[in-house]
């Protein structure tokens, strides 16, 4: 025969015979906790003395209050409850097996839940022990170089020939203008000791 890997190859938990929860007595109510992964809760059941008559009288209230189970925890206990109470109201049916592959059900969904809280609490731990980083502000920008002031250009030297040329031309039109009114001609006098004037003044500039 093939055996299933899944239920077969698991660790057994010894199972009970097929009881009503309601005859279990305080050890054995210990036992169904722990098949049904509630054996961290024994203790406090067995401080109250629970045994299989209180058992299936207990109400939420009592379950989370007096002893300590989660809301997830009282839907567990719920649902085993009642599993084990339609299982022993049917005679078991031969029940080992499916008694065994029930409670390593609850076993596994056991597990699971322990590994997503013991997650939870790794990134809880990180974010405590993080420091909050502290901000700085970025350094202020080097203020720009002031533009260089404008130079201020010289007028452009004046032209010397041009210059030299006008101031002979007056010298040399006054000198004309006193020969010609000696030789009897002012104004011929004038003109050419202006010309005169001014080849003389743009060659020495």
Do not use: C
Not at 68 to 78: E, H
Not at 108 to 118: F, G, T, V
């Amino acid at each position: 025969l093939h055996r299933q890997h899944n239920i077969d190859d698991s660790p057994r938990t010894p199972t009970m015979a097929p009881k009503a929860p309601s005859e279990f007595s305080v050890d054995e109510v210990g036992l169904w906790l722990t098949a049904i992964g509630l054996g961290s809760k024994i203790d406090e059941f067995k401080e109250n003395a629970i045994d299989g008559g209180m058992l299936v009288t207990l109400e939420d209230g009592d379950l989370q209050g007096d002893l300590g189970l989660s809301n997830l925890q009282i839907r567990k206990f719920r649902q085993s409850l009642d599993f084990s109470s339609s299982l022993a109201a049917t005679g078991g049916g031969g029940g080992g097996p499916d008694l065994s592959a029930r409670v390593a059900a609850l076993e596994q969904e056991n597990s699971q839940l322990r590994a997503k809280n013991a997650d939870l609490q790794a990134i809880i731990d990180s974010l405590q022990q993080g420091q909050p980083q502290q901000y700085k502000a970025p350094a202020p920008a080097p203020a720009p170089a002031p533009a260089p002031a404008p130079q201020k250009q010289k007028p452009p030297p004046g032209h010397p020939v041009v210059k030299g040329a006008a101031g002979g031309a007056a010298r040399g039109a006054m000198i004309g203008a006193i020969g010609g009114a000696i030789a009897g001609d002012p104004a011929k006098g004038a003109k050419m000791g202006a010309a005169m004037g001014a080849a003389s003044g743009g060659m020495g500039g």
